[in-house]
């Protein structure tokens, strides 16, 4: 089957074009059908090439499809390991899924296939990323991703904030593709090439450690930027303003993982530069606790699940970063299933409460949406870290790798902590404030169950949230084992035994817990309690990070703009083509003024500039 892998790219892209020319005449609901039928496919395809690496009769190859840029020997070319096929199997499985789901909440839109379009788009971009076999190719997706992002998250353009949203998105992503770029220039100085076998098996003798680590810090730049670490994070609670399915698509399956996934793809590169590793840890430790703690204050049930992501984001990158490469993969693997599942399970609430995001005009919704109400539940344990749910095996994991750093890597260890009790805080207050205690909606919504196309895709990812994290247990290394390949040459940190691994374990359980307790009798009562300290403040306000940009940089960015379009161009750049002009029209003018049209005058000069020529040739050159 790896003969047709070319097809999980270009079905969805082919989805793209028809629902771009025809959507209009195909109608709705059939464009979202084909949408959804083409990515299915896709999943299809990439199940039995998948599965040969279960079985253990699949091998690590590269698939040729053609030259791109022969100039610098770059091929379109599809690199099929245990890693590019997992990542295959999230972004289509899960991908699908919320193409289903949104046949049903996207119905009535006036853009209807519009959207499917840009959603298959989405989906052929993240697969380019995924299955690139170089460096180019995987770019070519990086970029394809940041704009189909773009185009989703302002699909209703029409709200200014949409729009505002989509701007902020892209230029933000821009920023850390700069990273990206510049790390590329120094990889094919040192290598020549883009292709990752041949850069991953000389880099311990290619380059030098300094090379190593100014490479993997800017791929960094790159990563922080698409997966919302700081100091680019600020793009990913705007994107709620794009339809739900988006937000689940972008950080379940698609843009927000492609960071992390890159990281762990240049793990060589990584791997030679500790510094780096450090950074990139710390980093990742820093977001996931600033994320936690404004999250506990939102009230708009998108926008904690947002912070939630970037929080959840920062584990991962905490994982890639201590060297416990498959632990973050293995949390982003669980966090695909759980965070998509309470998305959709969000997009059902405000499906169901005509629009109303607020979680303090919801409440008691368990009896009016019993099927959301439960799989949000599974949802809700496994982000919190309960067992045996997916996210208590995937979050230790990472904890239990950067507490066996040792070091200073304990501290990190000491935040992750507490990151993980605020995460059982807030979304204790969440799933508390939207299902339990007395309804606090108006008269006129009137609650009910999502349409089958919706809940059906919940059921199927809350079947995933509760057992997909048993893949990987201290018993049963199922995960770390189909991944090894990809890792190759790679040191792994040394393993905890089964009783240290235990006993950490138990301590998160226990962190976890002390937040479900914290949470729920405060939030479980009749009257919500008030939330006006200054801390709550602050944390609703996201701490005005926003607003020290938009002083620091965006303020003086247009006061430069502004200065440039009133000053600069017009004085330094027009009067520079309008003085070039001039200098033209008058050197014109002047030769003009030779072109008499007299055959004497012409013939006159000619036997002057003769003359001329004769004298040289006699006086300098010495004769002829």
């Known amino acids: ?11 969805p892209l082919l989805g793209a074009v028809i629902n771009l020319l025809f959507g209009k ?15 299915a496919i896709s999943w299809a395809i990439a199940v039995p090439a998948t599965l040969s690496f279960v079985t253990g009769s699949g091998h690590t190859e590269t698939i040729y499809l053609f030259s791109w840029i022969p100039a610098i020997g770059v091929d379109a070319a599809i690199l099929w390991d245990p890693l590019s096929a997992l990542m295959t199997m999230i ?57 189909s992002s773009y185009l989703l998250i302002s699909f209703w353009f029409t709200k200014p904030s949409a729009a505002a949203a989509g701007k902020k998105a892209f230029i933000v992503n821009r920023i850390g593709d700069w990273g990206f770029i510049v790390a590329l220039m120094i990889i094919f100085i040192s290598f020549g090439t883009f292709d990752f076998h041949t850069v991953f098996a000389s880099a311990p003798t290619a380059i030098t450690v300094g090379t190593a680590t100014a490479i993997t810090l800017l791929l960094f730049v790159g990563a922080a930027g698409k997966s919302a670490q700081l100091p680019l994070h600020i793009w990913l ?57 404004i999250a506990i204050s939102q009230t708009d049930i998108k926008k904690v699940l947002a912070y939630s992501t970037i929080s959840q984001l920062g584990y991962m990158v905490l994982g890639v970063g201590v060297g416990a490469y498959t632990a ?8 695909a299933f759980f965070k998509a599942l309470l998305f959709l399970g969000a997009g059902s609430v405000i499906h169901a409460m005509a629009d109303e995001q607020d979680m303090r005009k919801m409440g008691g919704l368990r009896k009016n949406m019993p099927i959301t109400f439960i799989t949000m539940g599974a949802a809700w344990l496994a982000i919190s870290g309960i067992f045996p749910f997916s996210g208590f095996w995937s979050k230790d994991e990472i904890l239990a790798a950067t507490f066996a750093k040792g070091g200073g890597f304990i501290l ?6 507490l990151v993980a009790l605020l995460t059982a805080f807030y979304m204790t207050r969440l799933f508390v404030m939207t299902f339990l205690g007395k309804p606090r909606w108006s008269g006129d919504v009137q609650p009910h169950e999502s349409p089958a196309t919706m809940t059906i895709p919940l059921v199927v990812l809350g079947f995933f949230t509760v057992s997909v994290g048993l893949i990987n247990t201290p018993v049963r290394l199922a995960f770390e084992h189909f991944l090894e390949s990809s890792f190759e040459g790679v040191a792994h940190i040394e393993a905890l035994t089964f009783g240290s691994f235990s006993i950490l374990a138990t301590v998160a359980l226990v962190v976890a817990v002390v937040g479900i307790a914290w949470a729920w009798p405060k939030y479980n009562t009749d009257e919500l309690p008030a939330e006006d300290g200054k801390f709550w403040q602050r944390s609703l306000l996201a701490f005005g990070v926003d607003e020290i940009y938009g002083r620091t940089i965006v303020a003086p960015g247009k006061k ?24 033209i029209s008058g050197f014109g003018s002047v030769l003009g003024k030779m072109q008499t049209g007299q055959v004497r005058g012409y013939a006159g000069v000619l036997a002057v500039a003769g003359a001329i020529l004769i004298i040289v040739f006699v006086v300098v050159g010495g004769g002829f």
Do not use: C, Q
């Open 237 to 293: 609670p705007d994107a709620m303003e794009g339809p739900t399915p988006v937000s689940a698509l972008i950080h379940a399956a698609t843009m927000v993982t492609a960071g992390v996934f890159m990281i762990a793809r240049s793990a060589v590169l990584f791997e030679m530069a500790p510094v780096a590793g450090a950074i990139v840890a710390v980093v990742g430790t820093a977001t996931a606790l600033l994320a936690a703690l």
């Open 412 to 417: 990190l260890w000491g935040v992750g902590l």
């Open 1 to 11: 089957m790896t003969d047709l892998l070319w097809l999980v790219v270009a079905l």
């Open 328 to 335: 973050g993969i293995f949390h982003l693997t669980t966090h």
């Open 91 to 147: 972004v289509t499985g899960i991908g699908s899924l919320i193409h289903l789901y949104s046949i049903g909440y996207m119905r009535g839109d006036e853009r209807y296939p519009r959207f499917f379009a840009f959603m298959n788009l989405f989906i052929a971009s993240m697969m380019i990323l995924v299955l690139a076999a170089n460096y180019a190719v995987m770019f070519v997706g990086w970029e394809l991703v940041g704009l």
């Open 560 to 583: 430069a703009s502004e200065w440039a379009a009133d000053s600069m161009d017009p004085k330094v750049i027009d009067g520079a083509a309008h003085g070039i002009g001039r200098g």
């Open 25 to 39: 005449r195909i109608g709705e609901p059939i464009s979202g059908w084909l949408a959804f039928g083409f990515v």
